[in-house]
């Protein structure tokens, strides 16, 4: 039983944060701290974290991340955003699936793409997938449905524009920021 009230008190612990954080970001949209930041290395630094994560739930991780790409955000959010997406994928990926992570540069802007192998989504899904509270029923583990809400009030935040697009293996978010102009 008091494993049970620890497991609901950390939940509901998670559910208020996020969704102050979530009001926190839409009351500020003026006064977010954006500084030039090194989207490259803190994809990479990310990414490492999360690799030995894949490794344990037999995933496998396949990344590629373009050098020197700089973009004027908030560090602290990019972060927050990366770890919902590969949360995300560990979430969503079954064992000895797949998870493919790039970062580039196209046509003047970041291109991050997340991919990972699922079932294939239909339509009414994928339309409520940036949604508040809205879980998709092949989830595992714990989580309130606010992680991809988050990642799509950050990239407005970032002047970005997010996608999720279905992919031969799955299902791929996709996002674009402009690049750092003072750089």
Not at 95 to 109: A, D, I
Not at 138 to 157: D, E, H, Y
Not at 165 to 182: N, Y
Request: net charge negative; aromatic share 6%; proline share 3%.
């Amino acid at each position: 039983y008091k494993a049970a009230l620890q497991e609901e008190l950390t939940h509901m612990d998670t559910l208020i944060g996020t969704t102050l954080l979530t009001q926190k970001m839409e009351v500020q949209k003026e006064s977010v701290h954006m500084e030039s930041v090194d989207f490259s290395k803190l994809c990479e630094n990310v990414w490492k974290r999360y690799k030995p994560m894949f490794a344990r739930t037999s995933l496998v991780p396949a990344g590629a991340i373009e050098p020197g790409i700089v973009v004027n955000g908030n560090k602290t959010l990019l972060l927050q955003l990366l770890a919902n997406l590969l949360d995300n994928c560990l979430k969503y990926t079954s064992n000895g699936g797949e998870v493919r992570f790039s970062l580039q540069t196209r046509m003047g802007k970041c291109l991050l793409q997340v991919e990972n192998s699922h079932d294939q989504m239909d339509e009414s899904k994928l339309d409520h997938i940036f949604d508040p509270f809205y879980r998709i029923d092949q989830a595992v583990g714990s989580g309130v449905g606010l992680g991809l809400a988050l990642v799509q009030k950050t990239v407005s935040l970032h002047r970005g524009e997010i996608m999720a697009v279905p992919t031969e293996i799955g299902l791929c978010i996709c996002l674009q920021f402009p690049l750092d102009s003072g750089v």
